[in-house]
């Protein structure tokens, strides 16, 4: 992404489903924000009082397992995040207020498509100020198990080079490789589906989640066919959606990211490992306007700390 200035929504947008894990209902609606507003969630309906502010940044999560998890649940947080936050970045909205007033973004089709479309309805408006990035000076890396994550230098746009490695022949080992923009996002990325194996549901339920996941709302694999009538919407879907999710936590970087982004087997729990990797080193990144003016400002201070819904991080 290269544009100079940041950017909101022109009008709000609605969203209604369940929360995949939950099976809770939740009303979501995106509020326009101001320019330095960033990504912030506001958990209405809390028990017990007041609605609770959570900025979507990576000193927030709370939960990698299973999906990505802001806030404390005992105060308020907010679950399954991760296609919300992947639109949101996909399509280059820098400022918005979101609203939820359940525990759980709702699930959708499974993927960032709808919240996609509900973004276009709304529109999309510059404002005054310049778009601040996280460029990347230092390569930081992530290792867990065979698996690893890390972010690299680049001079300009962020690319993801993504691969899984399954076991099971319908998924196999795949790879996916982006330059992040919104017209590859919404092509290439945004309609791939989370899924998760049939035999794994009974496990996933006893321990309180995958309660809403249905064939509306995940890709459902047994022995090595796809149950889903309709099939696969890429042949690939597995690793595009695994990419998704790492757009969409890598977001909680809370700026867009000037570098390059790897992983081998990641998932929720690296990506968001990788952020905070990256952050305790002040010598790993700077904080610069949009490229097109050239100028980098030396990051004075550290970024304020202003769980596929069910397919596994490990694989």
């Known amino acids: 992404m290269k544009a100079a200035r940041q950017t909101t929504l022109r009008r ?10 939950s099976n809770a209902p939740a009303k979501l609606t ?30 927030q999560v709370t939960m990698t397992e299973l999906c990505t998890v802001i806030g404390d649940a005992s105060e308020g947080s907010v679950a399954t995040i991760e296609h919300l936050m992947a639109a949101l970045s996909g399509l280059g909205i820098d400022n918005v207020l979101v609203e939820v007033d359940g525990p759980e973004v709702p699930i959708m089709d499974g993927s960032a498509a709808r919240f996609v479309d509900a973004i276009d309805e709304a529109g999309i408006v510059e404002l005054s100020a310049p778009r601040r990035y996280v460029k990347i000076l230092k ?8 698996g690893f ?16 490695d399954f076991s099971a022949g319908i998924i196999g080992r795949q790879s996916a490789s982006i330059d992040l923009e919104p017209h ?11 899924f998760g194996f049939i035999r794994d549901v009974e496990r996933l339920w006893k321990a309180g989640f995958a309660l809403g996941s249905s064939l509306e709302n995940s890709v459902a694999l047994e022995d090595d066919r796809v149950i889903n009538p309709e099939g ?15 757009i969409g936590d890598l977001a909680l970087a809370g700026l867009p990211m ?15 490992a ?42």
């Open 12 to 21: 709000r947008a609605h969203l209604f489903g369940a929360g995949v894990h």
């Open 30 to 59: 995106l509020h326009p924000a101001d320019a330095d507003h960033g990504i912030v969630f506001y958990r209405s309906n809390v028990s017990g009082g007041d609605g609770r502010v959570i900025e979507a940044v990576w000193s």
């Open 139 to 146: 390569p930081v890396r992530i290792d867990m198990g065979r």
């Open 149 to 164: 994550s890390e972010l690299r230098p680049a001079s300009s746009g962020f690319r993801l080079d993504v691969e899984i």
């Open 184 to 194: 590859t996002f919404r092509r290439e990325i945004s309609r791939a589906r989370t």
């Open 232 to 246: 696969l919407r890429y042949d690939d879907e597995f690793v595009r959606h695994k990419t998704l999710d790492a």
């Open 258 to 272: 000037i570098g390059a982004y790897r992983s081998y087997c990641g998932g929720h729990k690296m990506n968001v």
């Open 274 to 315: 990788v952020l905070e990797a990256l952050f305790s080193d002040a010598t790993c990144y700077d904080i610069v306007e949009a490229p097109r003016s050239l100028h980098v400002a030396r990051h004075a201070q550290t970024l304020r700390a202003s769980a596929a819904a069910y397919a596994p991080d490990v694989n």
